[in-house]
């Protein structure tokens, strides 16, 4: 049972979650043919700072739309609207570029949010909150319980950290203009997160 529980906090968790990851994708992103893949990876990073994401259910890949849960409304999450001020205060210096045919790598140091800390306090302050509903016989739906972890997201997010992170971003030559690839690798430079966190399955 508590197994069967665990799983089914960790997939609440993840939906929030996943609203926070792929905040920091960018669609549409145009470039100029001149510019140089260090000039792509400024621009991209500039708009991730400023909060300028696409629609963001377009920027989800086919594994999590398969998922049992539906994303839906994904900005009305307060953890959303929180992390779009904190991507406001990363900051990043690019060391250096290499480049292969259409393929080229971008080296960069970030200093981003460790949203890694951030999902270990909340997963501790859901299992908590879960033992003592089962106390005290409180049954939520699944909509009051992920409103619930949503404060809880909000709550761990007021005192996230900041950590320097060093990585290359890899760029795709499409039509004479470099664009970033957005990858777990991209994801994990901006938030300290990789997909193993979403590794649910070996609770059910």
Do not use: H
Not at 32 to 48: G, I
């Amino acid at each position: 049972m508590i197994f069967k529980e665990r799983w089914q906090i960790m997939k609440l968790l993840k939906k929030i979650i996943v609203v926070v990851l792929f905040l920091t994708l960018v669609v549409g992103l145009s470039g100029c043919t001149n510019q140089s893949p260090s000039d792509s990876v400024e621009l991209y990073l500039e708009q991730v700072i400023k909060g300028d994401s696409g629609e963001l259910t377009k920027l989800l890949p086919e594994s999590f739309n398969q998922d049992e849960f539906e994303i839906e409304d994904l900005n009305s999450y307060e953890s959303t609207q929180k992390f779009m001020d904190i991507l406001k205060e990363v900051t990043y210096t690019i060391n250096s570029e290499s480049i292969e045919g259409n393929s080229a790598k971008v080296n960069v140091t970030i200093n981003g949010p460790d949203m890694l800390v951030v999902i270990g306090e909340v997963f501790q302050k859901i299992m908590s909150s879960s033992i003592s509903q089962a106390i005290e016989g409180i049954e939520y739906t699944e909509e009051e319980m992920t409103k619930l972890y949503d404060g809880l997201i909000f709550e761990s997010l007021e005192n996230v950290k900041y950590t320097e992170r060093t990585g290359d971003i890899t760029l795709l030559q499409i039509d004479n203009k470099w664009e970033v690839e957005e990858d777990i690798t991209l994801i994990n430079l901006l938030t300290n997160i990789d997909e193993s966190i979403f590794d649910i399955d070996e609770l059910k």
